[in-house]
């Protein structure tokens, strides 16, 4: 097969221009969304290297000091676009000089150095490679980026190119930069082929794997709306059910214990300062109780003013332990509210899977509820294990 250089700059103009376009109807499709997630400024970097190729392929049409240029500053504005779409997409904002610097540095390198082949191939791959460095840096930093996959699919298409910037600097350094020039012959020459490919790989390994980065995150913030508890910030009955199931699973014959707890006089306080008042009850009461609990501990909602706690690891004395800490953390001191201070108290009733025993989730939730019946029957305030009761 025959390749020829302005074929293959066809091939990457026609690439970068259907990215963009695909990219725009993503951006834009998304009616009522607001949120920035980088995606428009991403677009706005490969529409940016498509002009570079443009403005390499319109060689002799126009003066070679405006091709060399022009293409030199478009190609650093692209990478630094690039670096300010993940930086929203984190929603964060790198050092001004990290976008704006690499850009007028490259724009004075191919100025200067506009006759010079050698020269503007060293100094410009280096610049280029500096800019994908801040890139690669920017997405091994942030811990949040790294939470799916996707974003290997960039930080390989980043590497890829920097290796073809190193190679194209080095050939230009051993003295054979015409090879790596990008229209300089009939027959093209190795180093031209691989960085055809590896720009062409970057560009779509790039632009997916970003795609993926944001649709990755959409679907965790999904998930987590559909698992949390949307008063509260806790998690919903669904998600802890889920995690109980897992915990006991999972529990390799350690004892787990799961505490039921209701808020006392509940309907008393919606109907004495209003339903706001009580929403910020609950609200409240979930905090404080979420500053008492262990690491490996998980509070929910069970419904209405009742929370659960998974308590995995934890016997029948620690369970009594763990559950007046939480009672006492409640009554140690009143909640202030828009309806003035209000001194809330909690009933609390648990239940126990023992060491190397079976048990289904729902026999221990009604044992805890029993538990729980007793604490409230017997006044409130109190905890009450299943089978005993403590003041």
Not at 34 to 51: F, V
Not at 153 to 158: A, D, E, I, P, Q
Not at 188 to 207: E, H, K
Not at 297 to 324: H, K, N, Q, W
Request: proline content about 2%; some cysteine.
């Amino acid at each position: 097969m025959n390749l020829d250089p302005r074929t293959l700059l066809f091939s990457l103009i026609l690439t970068d221009a259907l990215l963009v376009l695909c990219l725009l109807v993503a951006v834009y499709g998304q009616v009522g969304n607001k949120r920035r997630d980088g995606m428009e400024k991403w677009a706005a970097a490969i529409l940016l290297e498509a002009l570079v190729w443009i403005i390499a392929d319109s060689r002799g049409s126009f003066p070679d000091f405006i091709t060399i240029v022009f293409a030199h500053g478009f190609q650093a504005a692209s990478y630094a676009m690039i670096l300010a779409a993940i930086c929203e997409f984190q929603q964060r904002r790198a050092p001004n000089w990290q976008y704006f610097a690499p850009v007028a540095v490259a724009l004075a390198t191919a100025f200067v150095l506009v006759g010079d082949i050698r020269g503007r191939f060293i100094w410009g791959s280096l610049i280029f490679i500096f800019q994908l460095q801040l890139i690669a840096r920017a997405l091994l930093s942030d811990k949040n980026t790294r939470d799916g996959r996707a974003w290997r699919l960039l930080f390989g298409g980043v590497v890829m190119l920097m290796l073809v910037m190193g190679l194209r600097a080095l050939t230009a350094l051993t003295g054979h930069g015409e090879f790596a020039q990008v229209t300089n012959s009939v027959a093209l020459q190795p180093v031209q082929l691989m960085a055809f490919i590896a720009v062409m790989a970057a560009s779509l390994l790039g632009s997916i794997g970003f795609v993926l980065m944001v649709k990755e995150r959409s679907d965790r913030e999904i998930m987590s709306l559909a698992m949390t508890d949307s008063l509260t910030q806790v998690s919903n009955r669904r998600a802890l059910m889920e995690h109980a199931e897992h915990a006991l699973a999972r529990r390799s014959g350690l004892p787990l214990a799961l505490l039921m707890i209701d808020v006392d006089y509940f309907k008393r306080i919606n109907d004495t300062c209003g339903h706001p008042t009580g929403d910020e009850v609950l609200r409240k009461v979930a905090g404080r109780l979420l500053e008492r609990l262990r690491g490996q501990d998980v509070l929910g909602r069970y419904g209405g003013e009742e929370f659960c706690v998974i308590a995995p690891d934890t016997d029948m004395s620690g369970a009594l332990m763990l559950a007046e800490s939480l009672r006492a953390a409640i009554a140690s001191a009143p909640f202030s509210t828009e309806c003035g201070e209000l001194s809330v108290t909690v009933s609390i009733g648990f239940s126990l899977c023992s060491s190397n025993v079976t048990r289904d989730l729902k026999d221990i939730l009604i044992e805890a509820d029993n538990a729980l019946y007793t604490a409230k029957k017997t006044g409130r305030n109190k905890v009450a294990g299943f089978g005993i009761e403590c003041a």
